[in-house]
């Protein structure tokens, strides 16, 4: 079996105060609904766990009905980290789930192909992430004011979600994690605690985060031709 699970109990603070940015319309439907509908028409998942805030799970199954999603889904309480949501929905994910593909519930435009790629990936390498190469000439700042150094852009990559893994190799990842009790951005950050290496899947489609505002108007341009 292979699972998704969509990371969906943040605040969404730069969208503003008092704004559940999840919730916001864009291109006709609350954000989290168009990627909840993507995995849910995803070929390669049989099963969806959505990861929500406490309080919110009547408003998950709400939106389930409404845009009558088909695949089996649970709804799981989130923690206090991103990396404790992802750990409660690895415990909540069926026992014979061996693949997952974990994805920010603010990233809508995610394809079917990028999921497919990076849950192929993990199969054989324990670990993949859609990810894209940095085309803009990029500087470092040690006071945030003042060019420090230049960094050579052929080197870096832009990481996105799904973040996909064997299902042994992401519990043993965020244990590490958990037991030196420290806080990572992503889940391959935890993956190169424990030394696992992690395929970069380069991902030639748009797949923005809902994070400031003006992020709204691109993706809705971009929903609505898909």
């Given at each position: 079996?292979?699972?998704?699970?969509?990371?969906?109990?943040?605040?969404?603070?730069?969208?503003?105060?008092?704004?559940?940015?999840?919730?916001?319309?864009?291109?006709g439907r609350p954000l989290v609904a168009h990627t909840w509908g993507r995995f849910d028409a995803a070929k390669c998942i049989d099963?969806?766990?959505?990861?929500?805030?406490?309080?919110?799970?009547?408003?998950f199954k709400d939106l389930a009905a409404t845009f009558h999603f088909q695949k089996p889904f649970q709804v799981v309480e989130g923690g206090e980290h991103r990396q404790d949501s992802v750990w409660n929905g690895l415990e909540a994910l069926p026992s014979n789930c061996q693949l997952v593909a974990i994805q920010d519930g603010a990233r809508p435009c995610t394809s079917e192909e990028i999921i497919t790629a990076t849950l192929q990936a993990a199969r054989l390498v324990g670990a993949a992430v859609a990810a894209r190469r940095l085309t803009d000439t990029i500087k470092e700042s040690d006071d945030s004011q003042l060019v420090s150094r230049h960094l050579d852009r052929t080197r870096l990559w832009s990481v996105q979600t799904p973040q996909s893994f064997r299902i042994e190799v992401i519990?043993?990842?965020?244990?590490?994690?958990?037991?030196?009790?420290?806080?990572?951005?992503?889940?391959?950050?935890a993956c190169e605690l424990i030394g696992q290496p992690v395929r970069l899947v380069e991902n030639s489609a748009p797949n923005p985060k809902a994070t400031l505002p003006a992020d709204l108007t691109y993706i809705e341009i971009l929903l609505r031709k898909a």
């Open positions: 079996m292979t699972s998704a699970i969509i990371v969906a109990a943040g605040q969404g603070t730069r969208m503003g105060p008092g704004t559940d940015k999840l919730f916001l319309e864009v291109a099963q969806i766990t959505m990861v929500v805030r406490d309080g919110m799970q009547t408003a519990r043993q990842a965020l244990a590490a994690v958990r037991q030196k009790q420290i806080v990572v951005t992503d889940d391959t950050a």
